[in-house]
């Protein structure tokens, strides 16, 4: 086997993770960025987005779990959820295991969606749900114009440079406040707690006012740069500490107590 | 540079992680094992033992804070405590941060204490702390043969296979069962969440009935395969969830709400 059937991604210029690609399932280039889908034999179905691994079947769970759920719990009781990006639908399966009304999910390319549907469906199968609305568009464009109001808003993005820059800035964290409801709530992934300090303490400072109550958290993702991912939690009324878990929900990694022990305001 | 400057380590024949060696600093064959230390830009100081990543200066504080601190909170109020392996002296570092009078580390290998000594000085400086007792031997030996009796004992041993893989066996746990105190306390780092379940289930199911109170926990560990370590944790009195932590003692990644959270019997 060629060297090149190895997929190597980088996470520092001393460092880096390699996949033997044991069967290259699929390689487009689409209006936004390159997508490749490769079977590994331990991780499973792996999905690239411009040279970064974006999920595997095997350990994906611990990503979207971790994403999706404290939100919900900090909030309560939410009816109408926004996912922006999370186009492979792992965040919807999860968003979805609650008791919502309704959950849109805004990706701005239709490949990664039907990428998908073509491997990955025991996420995609979330799509199907009557409960979810699915719109490819431009999750800033969609926010502006939309006069709908969410209780909970998941920001399920690829890495803050290219395409997705936009939505780690604060303009982007005003316009999501002003389509909240009062108690609303927003989480979003922002990158690994050991490669990318600076860039999300620098955010984070910029973003974290607009909100009532604002914090870090963090969570395992093995495949991902470090193994440990930083998100955020933004409340626009109740603290993000007091979160009203409901352990009947059976989740695989993520629980209450591992989200109150990772919430964390200085890195 | 050529590709055999680079240090990887395979975590399944289809998958591996490797770190550039930007400067090697040691590489020696002891009576044991192989012994290397390189330096590499983003870790840090690397320690490798018979080609596995034991530590790198940057995060080694995730294993040691995890194997260390839950089992001396279990007990509440240790006194006298082993520490089997662990020659590099992180663990030893951890334990003294607590209120013990003597710490016994019994290390079979000589050439890691130097190796510490000479290349991981953050660590190796708890050899020199007075209520440290440095033993180079055989582990199972000294149990046999001493006439102490341990309030805790930690295994920080290396992979079950070669000279450590008496660690892991029932005649092990049932002789440190024998030289503990009444309420004494067991921890130990078993494997990886994600590569070795299959061992990990074995080995647990073969001890924990030694004990009152047994549990597997989990804990971040970035350079480790998988980046989530397992650790069991086995208790003749006290059960492993009644934890008196003291949040005063700062760590720097490990908790009480972590470690609880983290806490599971079945795998």
Redesign the interface.
Known sequence: MKEDSWF?EF??????????R?KLLKKIKSEYQEIEVFE????GKVLIIDGLVMLTE??ELFYHEAIAHPPLFVHCCPEKVLIIGGGDGGTLREVLKHNVKRVDLVEIDREVINVAKEFFPSLATSFSDKRANIITEDGIKYLKDTENIYDVIIVDSSEPFGPSSVLFTDEFYSLMRDKTSEDGVISSQLGSF?FHKNFIKKFFVNVKNLFNSSSLY?G???TYP???WVYGIFSKRNSVKNVKWNNKLPLSYY????????LFEDI
Do not use: C, M, V
């Open positions: 190597k996470h520092d210029k001393s460092f880096y993770i390699a996949f033997r044991n590994n034999e331990f991780w095997k350990d050991i963090k395992i993702t093995p470090g193994g440990i629980n209450e107590l591992i989200y109150k022990g990772s």
